[in-house]
């Protein structure tokens, strides 16, 4: 019975929808940001240029939401351009 | 984020960056100066393996309450990146060591198309490990004024918008092909 209960809350857990969020920092470019957007997301110009200034002007942006594990490799693929990505669950 | 003054830079230079056929990348009429920070690039990225530079580039994913994701990246997502950062590295190393130069002569090297990414991502790990080691604030790596050269802080800033605006050029080239 414990361990039905303990594997349904994980799983209620993954199951929750995840942000991926991207934080600012001083050093990565804002041509940059916007660009690793579009190449991670697919995301047009427009929506990439949108979150980058998002995070230069609020410190954060929601960059993705959804299942956990494409949010796991999403923060991997901005980790791998240097940017500063988390994992969080949303609201 | 930083917002690089473009014009800062080229008023005081001549060094070319364009976009080949092939989409290969140019750079020529290289300065001495300018080849000197070109090849610093590797040894700057090599001198980020400490634990304070370690921890910008291998950034946290999560917040503590993940321990076992943050786990699970320890072991299998950190090696990986640093796999693709050394990497790049190694790429970048290469084609530097095609830049020709010689007494008298303005430097000259091409980056292939298939390298321009590891090039933005060399040129990003060693603005990173430099603004880290010297504490670089946003306003400082954005700031408009000319460059005063009085301190190693102010050269080494102006070697952090060097690499700056050939990320830009790049990006400036692959978004426009």
């Known amino acids: 019975m414990v361990e039905t209960a303990v594997e349904t809350e994980v799983e209620t857990s993954i199951a929750l929808p995840w942000n991926v969020v ?20 697919g995301y047009s110009k427009e929506k990439a240029q949108h979150h980058m200034l998002e995070v230069h002007y609020k410190g954060r ?31 | 984020m930083a917002i ?12 070319v960056i364009r976009r080949l056929e092939g ?20 040894t700057v990225c090599e001198s980020g393996e400490n634990p ?9 994913p999560a917040d503590a309450s993940e321990a076992q994701f943050l786990n699970d990246w320890e072991e299998y997502v950190r090696p990986e990146l640093r796999h693709l950062f050394l990497s790049a590295r ?6 530097l060591k095609t830049l020709s130069t010689g007494p008298g002569k303005l430097g000259h090297f091409v980056v292939p ?7 933005l991502n060399v040129l990003n790990q060693a603005r990173l490990i430099l603004a880290t080691k010297y504490n670089f604030t946003d306003r400082e790596l954005s700031m408009h004024e ?9 050269m080494v800033l102006q070697q952090i918008n060097f690499y700056a605006e050939i990320q830009e050029r790049i990006i400036d080239i692959v978004e426009n092909e």
């Not at chain 1, 991207?22 to 997301?41: A, G, K």
């Not at chain 2, 198309?113 to 090039?119: E, N, S, V, Y």
């Open chain 2, 90 to 95: 190694n790429t970048v190393s290469e084609d």
């Open chain 2, 146 to 154: 000319q460059p005063r050269w009085f301190s190693r802080r102010d």
């Open chain 1, 61 to 91: 942006s929601v960059v993705w939401t959804g299942a956990r594990e494409r949010a796991e490799f999403y923060v991997q693929q901005l980790h791998g351009h240097l940017l500063l990505a988390t994992l969080e669950r949303a609201e």
């Open chain 1, 22 to 41: 991207v934080h600012d920092d001083p050093v990565n470019l804002m041509s940059y940001v916007t660009m690793v957007f579009q190449r991670v997301f």
């Open chain 2, 23 to 42: 989409n290969a990348i140019e750079f020529c009429a290289i300065e001495p100066i300018e080849i000197n920070l070109l090849r610093q690039v590797p």
């Open chain 2, 52 to 60: 304070r530079s370690e921890g910008r580039l291998f950034s946290k």
């Open chain 2, 4 to 15: 690089f003054c473009w014009r800062r830079w080229k008023e005081l230079n001549e060094m």
């Open chain 2, 113 to 119: 198309h298939a390298h321009r990414d590891a090039w």
